[in-house]
């Protein structure tokens, strides 16, 4: 199965989002994908096989649980084969930080020049009598 037929069902998706934050049993991600989805143990547990067999997840056995981690190495590929169309987002969004960064700046120098003025206005307001 490529890659993409694997990532594009959003049921896998949320299972690797899940592992990604650290490994969990079979039955913690049961519990969580049902919750959201909807679905019954053994559909989540064929998605579970789906991606254990096309590498993008693992499996390890502890006592009467199985324990499933993120694969990096298929995520990876996906990283490479995705680079060719980085340079389709990575200008605006190099664009976007820049704006957003220069829009903290103007914040910033604002919230500085008021805290001036309050300071200015209270040293004038207490040499008043």
């Excluded at 594009?8 to 913690?28: F, K, M, N």
């Excluded at 254990?52 to 499996?59: L, M, P, Q």
């Excluded at 001036?116 to 008043?128: H, I, L, P, T, V």
Aim: charged letters at 30%; aromatic letters at 6%; one cysteine or more.
């Amino acid at each position: 199965m490529h890659a993409f037929d694997v990532l594009g069902d959003p049921v896998r998706r949320r299972i690797l989002e899940l592992l990604a934050d650290g490994e969990r049993s079979s039955g913690a991600v049961c519990a969580v994908i049902q919750q959201e989805f909807g679905i019954s143990q053994p559909a989540v547990s064929q998605h579970l096989r789906v991606l254990r067999d096309a590498g993008f997840a693992t499996v390890r056995p502890e006592g009467a649980r199985r324990l499933y981690a993120v694969n990096t190495t298929p995520l990876q590929d996906v990283d490479a084969w995705l680079d060719r169309f980085r340079r389709f987002w990575a200008p605006p969004l190099a664009a976007l930080s820049t704006e957003l960064a220069r829009g903290r700046r103007e914040r910033r120098l604002a919230d500085r020049d008021n805290e001036a003025k309050d300071r200015d206005n209270d040293a004038k307001g207490q040499k008043q009598p």
